[in-house]
Structure formats: structure tokens, C-alpha cells
């Protein structure tokens, strides 16, 4: 190899690394909001006292396996909403984290906007995430953080191709495999039933301009509540740019609902199958 090789090659490296200590760098910037202020009535959490991400698998909480995969975001960056029974979070979690209060549980788009003030200042990135789906690996945030931020989109959107289709959102797209929507399963046709790219609501998104969308959101649907959900097709009529960064897995997107939720959310975090 050439001298000249030799300092291209070495010029290379640099710029890698450079990059690499940037993408650092913007990730332990990034700030986190996780959605905990659930009750968890298919849960019967009355009958245990204890709010939905409180609920135990493995011998743990919900949300200490949750904020344990989101351990790249410090404490003082993660904003837990709380709400139905919020001291109890607070006291379990500690004092480390940041809390919003979402008084009334009117969806998870008003949740997000709970903690709207704390991010009023704040012009960088914030994932959004679900404190009651304790099997997303570390891994699977951090690629889509980096996928959000390689890009430069207004918001980046987690989806999820399963062979086990439950009962979320379908993912549509244009011709050009571009993201088109979402449609709640309640909402679609018998051919969109069919999708199997669905959607785990988690998100990144540039905070200006998701506090400025959710200014915007609205209720008007049967239940009266305003969903996060509607928050990117928000955004891309308010002429921002919607990336996708999918994975191919059944277990990470399981959402605890229900007891049966729960047990198998247990057995894979103990490392069992049935």
C-alpha cells in the first residue's frame, strides 16, 4: 500500500470514528418519554392494587424491565407519565426520573402531550415508548434512534412484520413503499386485515414539531380520546418526512392487556417457550 493509500485509509478511519462519537454523542442527548399512567383494567389490577406497569413478570415490574432497556437514555432525560395511581410509580421508580402527570387518561396522544412542558424548551429528539412492553431490546431502540437521525426525517416510526398478527394498527404504504398510514384493526378492510406490518407505537420524533402537531390532535373518534397514532400522518401533512425502521419479531411487541399477555411476557423473560 501506497503513503497515499496509507493516509486515505487512515483519514477514513477517522471520519468513521468521528461519526461514530457524533451518533454517540446525539443518542445520549436524546430524550425518552415513557407511557405509564395506565390502569390496566383487563389486568384486574384492582384486585392487586397496583397500576398496570407495576404488574409483575419474572418477579419484576413492567416498567423496570422497560427503562432497563432504555438505560442509553440517563434518568434525568426519561420522562415517565404517570397517572392512575401515580405515587405508587414514583415511590417504585425513585426520584431520579422526571414525571408528568396526566390527570385524566383521555389517550395516548394526551399522554405525550402531559409532558409537553418539559420539553417546551428542548429542540432536540424524543422517543416515545410504552411502559408496559417490557421485551423490547436495547438494540431495537437504538438502531431506530439511529435510523431516525441518519435520516434527518421529522419522525421516525418503529414496525414490526409478525406471523402472529395481533391487534394493532396496520402499516399502509404507496407504491412506492413509502408510509402512507396507519389503520386501526377496527377500521380496516378485509384486504388491509391481511397486512402483516403492524404498528407497536413507538416513535422518534423531532420534540419542536411533535409539540406543535399535538397542539393539534384531536378527538373525534368513538372513544373521545386523542391518539398518538394520528400524530404521523400530523406531521406529514404538516409537510414533514415519516421514516420506517422495521424488525421482524413476535415476542418484542407484545403489549401487556391481559393476564395471558402477562404469563407470556413471564415465560419469554424467563426464557421459556409454550
Not at 77 to 88: S, Y
Not at 99 to 123: F, I, M, R
Not at 180 to 197: F, M, R, S, W, Y
Amino acid at each position: 500500500m501506497s503513503m497515499s493509500d496509507r493516509i486515505k485509509q487512515e483519514v477514513r478511519q477517522t471520519e468513521v470514528r468521528q461519526t461514530e462519537v457524533r451518533q454517540t454523542d446525539a443518542q445520549s442527548e436524546i430524550r425518552a418519554v415513557v407511557l405509564a399512567a395506565g390502569k390496566g383494567k383487563r389486568l384486574h389490577s384492582e384486585s392487586v392494587d397496583l397500576p398496570k406497569v407495576l404488574r409483575e413478570a419474572a418477579g419484576r415490574p413492567l416498567l423496570a424491565w422497560v427503562l432497563d432497556n432504555l438505560a442509553f437514555v440517563s434518568h434525568d432525560r426519561t420522562i415517565l407519565v404517570v397517572g392512575f395511581q401515580a405515587e405508587k410509580v414514583m415511590a417504585v421508580m425513585g426520584s431520579s426520573y422526571r414525571y408528568a402527570l396526566q390527570k385524566e387518561q383521555l389517550g395516548t396522544g394526551h399522554a405525550v402531550a402531559s409532558a409537553a412542558p418539559l420539553l417546551q424548551d428542548y429542540t432536540g429528539d424524543v422517543l416515545v415508548i410504552y411502559g408496559d412492553m417490557p421485551l423490547f431490546q436495547p438494540d431495537t431502540y437504538r438502531k431506530l434512534v439511529e435510523k431516525h437521525q441518519a435520516s434527518g426525517a421529522d419522525c421516525t416510526m418503529l414496525t414490526a412484520l409478525t406471523d402472529d398478527i395481533p391487534d394493532y394498527g396496520r402499516i399502509i404504504r404507496d407504491t412506492q413503499g413509502h408510509f402512507a398510514g396507519i389503520v386501526e384493526q377496527k377500521d380496516c378492510t378485509p384486504e388491509q386485515l391481511k397486512i402483516n406490518e403492524v404498528n407497536p407505537g413507538i416513535y422518534v420524533f423531532k420534540a419542536p414539531l411533535l409539540l406543535q402537531v399535538l397542539s393539534s390532535l384531536r378527538n373525534e373518534n368513538a372513544q373521545g380520546e386523542y391518539y398518538l397514532t394520528d400524530v404521523p400522518l400530523l406531521v406529514m401533512q404538516s409537510g414533514g418526512r415519516i421514516e420506517t425502521e422495521t424488525i421482524h419479531d413476535d415476542d418484542q411487541i407484545i403489549g401487556v392487556n391481559t393476564l395471558e399477555d402477562l404469563a407470556r411476557c413471564e415465560r419469554i423473560l424467563l426464557g421459556e417457550r409454550s
